[in-house]
């Protein structure tokens, strides 16, 4: 079992950068690859970022790619999402995720475990 708490989160003007982190807790969360996903008001949560269990391989949505990076610190069992050059349609909700499984993954049914989510609101 993997309990996980996300942070960071708030409001931001566009071309602003946040930080978001994800705390984990429970079983060693070196074992699980790890993921971030968004869903906005009316929308379908969609992938945005993951991280294998190593660290040494990420993907990332085309919508953020070159403005957010993913990186994790097992040592602190913590993941996080540095968010740059923000837009107003980066506005959502972000969710952290834990996967069992040794490659990244990009699917919402991938993932074992779930944040409660975090707001990020970009504005205009």
């Known amino acids: 079992q993997v309990q996980l708490v996300e942070s960071g989160g708030g409001l931001v003007q566009a071309g602003g950068s946040l930080r978001l982190s994800c705390a984990a807790s429970g079983r060693t969360v070196n074992t699980y690859a790890m993921g971030w996903f968004r869903q906005a008001p009316g929308k379908e949560r969609e992938f945005v970022a993951a991280?294998?269990?190593?660290?040494?391989?990420?993907v990332y949505a085309d919508s953020v790619k070159g403005r957010f990076t993913i990186s994790r610190d097992n040592a602190k069992n913590t993941m996080y999402l540095q968010m740059n050059s923000l837009k107003p349609e980066d506005t959502a909700v972000y969710y952290c995720?834990?996967?069992?499984?040794?490659?990244?993954?990009?699917?919402?049914?991938?993932?074992?475990?779930w944040g409660q989510g975090t707001q990020v609101t970009v504005s205009s």
């Open positions: 991280i294998s269990r190593s660290g040494s391989s990420t």
């Open positions: 995720a834990a996967a069992n499984t040794i490659v990244v993954a990009t699917r919402t049914t991938r993932y074992d475990y």
